[in-house]
């Protein structure tokens, strides 16, 4: 089982288990799997599915994917750099170099090394950007006081995995991405979560909405109709009891440990839900 290179805030490393038991793995093997919210890429990791479609409309993040297929190598040695040169002062010095015009000239190699150590060094691994789309999450502490940021062989794993011929990697809103969904495909899809009162917002400058829910509601329902199965991971907020019709989908509530401050004192049960549905 392979292990995503992202330490991704509200990863479903601990789903993935419950996830997997909604999913019968030998009709997967004849059909392919949409990720349109990839992140971390725990489930698609953990399945190994050699037909797969997997999105983010992040574009740092999907060039972090697509550098990691194409160019792992060179990835490894730009952050055996970042390791070596790693501090408080130079950790804000990476951090803030989005903020500079010459930011728009760095390469995309450049751009995913820098993307990686800030996921490996920041507060609990969360992705979190500004209204102008600037990355503003502090430094992280460790409890060992060591970050492991160059994780080669999880890289040359993943590399080899996004290089099988049946791996497609896009960057689009989420209802493109499952525009090839046909009969019998799997649809796995993980929004940014709602919360009472509102939703976590920030990790793209134009944020995900409750109107974004509804719209992926609205798809769940079409592709249902068209026979591929959905499977959906939220938090269990009125709304998202609301939207999703408990006629045409099955609930399956789950209490989630989450860290919330970077220390074990800051751990707090909360409700999760993943929703299937199925023609």
């Known amino acids: 089982m392979m292990e995503p290179v992202l330490k991704w805030a509200g990863g479903k490393r601990k789903l993935v288990s419950n996830i ?7 009709e997967l093997k004849k059909h392919r799997l949409f990720e349109p919210f990839f992140g971390g890429g725990s489930l698609t990791f953990a399945l190994e599915c050699p037909n797969v479609t ?3 409309l992040n574009p740092e993040l999907y060039n972090v994917y697509i550098q990691i297929r194409d160019n792992p190598e060179e990835l490894i040695k730009l952050l055996k750099e970042h390791d070596k040169k790693h501090s408080h ?5 990476i951090r803030d170099l989005d903020r500079l015009p010459s930011y728009k000239k760095m390469s995309p190699l ?19 950007v500004n209204s102008k789309g600037f990355f503003n ?5 460790t409890t060992s006081g060591k970050h492991e940021i160059v994780c080669e062989e999880k890289i040359r794993q993943i590399s080899a995995y996004l290089n099988k011929p049946g ?11 499952v525009s090839g969904a046909k009969k019998g495909d799997y649809v796995y899809l993980d929004p940014p979560y709602d919360y009472e009162p509102s939703g976590f ?7 995900f909405s409750r109107e974004d829910l509804q719209r992926l509601e609205n798809l769940c329902d079409s592709l249902i109709e068209k026979g591929a199965i959905v ?3 939220n938090n269990s907020t009125a709304f998202v009891n609301e939207i999703f019709p408990k006629t045409k989908y099955k609930f399956n509530y789950l209490d989630v440990h989450r860290n919330i401050s970077g220390n074990n004192s800051g751990r707090r049960t909360v409700r999760e839900v993943l929703i299937y549905g199925k023609k």
Do not use: H, M, W
């Open 54 to 56: 997997i999105n983010d």
């Open 20 to 26: 997997i038991q909604l999913i019968d793995i030998e």
């Open 110 to 128: 450049k751009k995913a090394a820098r993307i990686i150590y800030l996921n490996r060094t920041c507060f609990n691994g969360l992705y979190r």
């Open 201 to 207: 917002t920030s990790y793209t400058s134009t944020g």
């Open 89 to 93: 002062d130079y950790f804000y010095q």
């Open 231 to 233: 499977i959906i991971s």
């Open 137 to 141: 999450v502090p430094l992280g502490r």
């Open 167 to 177: 791996v497609e990697i896009l960057n689009c809103d989420f209802i493109d991405a």
